[in-house]
């Protein structure tokens, strides 16, 4: 079995979750690793060497890495994406024989980051795959192939609810809009909204086989903006929200066309990071003609009891649930969250794609369409109206759009008391 040989740039969260995916994919390895911090990237190789997932060799740049490796993954912070992916591009011109080239959501902070990834990929003539985990969820795509003589008979779902919801982010650039690109609706929303948009899709399409035709959206601080709360994201992460912040809430509703039948379906997205409850909770539900689906990642087959006296037992309650908010009382637990999230999968699939010189199911193109869905849903939060996505004049703003959360100017759009 030929095997990909994948080097990571980036060492922080996203990029050990998917060591721990990829020890579950036969073919591919991670050949190399860098990051902008040398100790991170050590670390990083330490754990793919111990977890047998490849070499994990340590560089000092992407140019180092290039061509020792056959694709390189970006799971490096929103804000050095362009910079990295225009290295990546110098390194191809200087003879680095890639395959392909992978990024983790979101593809840009803006249309205008997004559309220049794109256009790198295309200079450098990579295939791109665009991480997007939940799409690649095995309850999404069991609930799919279950219901699919309901699809064929009764018609398809018309209406698909989604939500992503945790207590907040675990870094700091993360909190700050304009690094990250917002708050939660950047960093989650494009999940939501993109798994929603891939529920009301009918077998056999495309992801983007639905035209969006329009949004409506609101974004608001809640938790966060207390003054109490907002002290404790000061005092740990050096982030101010009474000077420039970010929603920790956001809702909102997508209508979609058939454009075979004409026939309009909705999704509704909804992400927190404000959520009290044991920790990450995915939530997604469709309804159809006369069927429906439901998947809770809280819903575990298994559930611990950890009382008061022994609560000092667990060391990190993440080792249970990622993002945990306790350690005690009745902890939902997975045994392989990698899995259930869809991380492995989507290896498996940019894996597969690369090796037989094609693009992933979501190349960055798709990645594009996601990132112009959340700028329509700030837009639409911003103006406090429904953004028409049929006019054409809107497709042009949305391609310059940058949200005021996202300049930093957040308080002009978010009450902080």
């Known amino acids: ?8 740039v980036g060492a922080g969260f996203i990029a050990r979750f998917q060591v721990e995916a990829i020890k579950q994919v036969r073919n591919v390895e991670i050949a190399g690793v860098t990051s902008r911090t040398r100790a991170h990237a050590e670390a990083l190789g330490q754990a793919v060497r111990a977890a047998g997932v490849g070499d994990g060799v340590v560089y000092d740049s992407i140019a180092a890495m290039a061509p020792h490796v056959d694709a390189i993954a970006i799971f490096a912070p929103n804000f050095v994406r362009v910079e990295l992916m225009e290295e990546i ?3 191809v011109k200087q003879g680095a024989a890639l395959k392909g080239v992978i990024c983790e959501k979101p593809l840009g902070r803006n249309v205008r980051e997004a559309r220049r990834l794109v256009e790198l990929a295309q200079e450098a003539n990579l295939r791109t795959a665009y991480f997007e985990n939940q799409l690649f969820m095995k309850p999404m795509r069991v609930q799919r192939a279950q219901l699919e003589p309901q699809q064929r008979t009764m018609g398809p779902l018309v209406l698909a609810r989604s939500a992503e919801e945790h207590g907040g982010p675990h870094e700091a650039w993360f ?4 690094r990250q690109g917002g708050g939660v609706l950047s960093d989650m929303g494009c999940h939501s909204i993109a798994v929603g948009w891939y529920a009301l899709t009918p077998l056999g399409k495309p992801p983007t086989f639905l035209q969006p035709v329009s949004v409506s959206a609101e974004v608001a ?3 966060w903006g207390l003054p109490e709360w907002r002290q404790r994201l000061l005092d ?3 982030v101010d929200y009474s000077k420039t912040p970010a929603e920790d809430f956001t809702t909102g509703m997508i209508t979609y066309r058939n454009p075979e039948t004409g026939q309009l379906v909705k999704a509704q997205f909804t992400n927190s990071w404000m959520f009290e409850k044991q920790g990450l909770r995915l939530f997604m539900d469709g309804m159809g003609p006369g ?3 439901e998947i809770n990642t809280l819903a ?3 559930q611990v009891f950890i009382g008061d006296v022994a609560a000092d037992a667990i060391a990190d309650a993440e080792k249970a649930l990622e993002k945990a908010t306790a350690s005690r009382g009745l902890l939902t637990v997975h045994h392989n969250e990698a899995d259930l999230y869809g991380y492995t999968d989507e290896n498996v699939d940019a894996a597969e794609a690369f090796l037989a010189g094609r693009d992933g199911f979501l190349p960055w193109s798709y990645g594009l369409e996601i990132t112009k869905l959340v700028m329509a849903a700030y837009m639409a939060a911003e103006r406090r109206q429904t953004i028409d996505l049929t006019d054409p004049q809107i497709q042009a703003e949305l391609e310059t759009y940058v949200p005021l959360i996202q300049q930093g100017r957040g308080a002009e759009v978010l009450p902080v008391v």
């Open 89 to 91: 591009v110098e390194a």
């Open 175 to 178: 909190w700050d809009p304009t």
């Open 236 to 238: 740990r992460f050096g």
């Open 1 to 8: 079995m030929e095997t990909l040989k994948v080097g990571f």
């Open 291 to 293: 069927y429906a689906f």
């Open 300 to 302: 575990s087959s298994l």
């Open 221 to 223: 601080l809640l938790k």
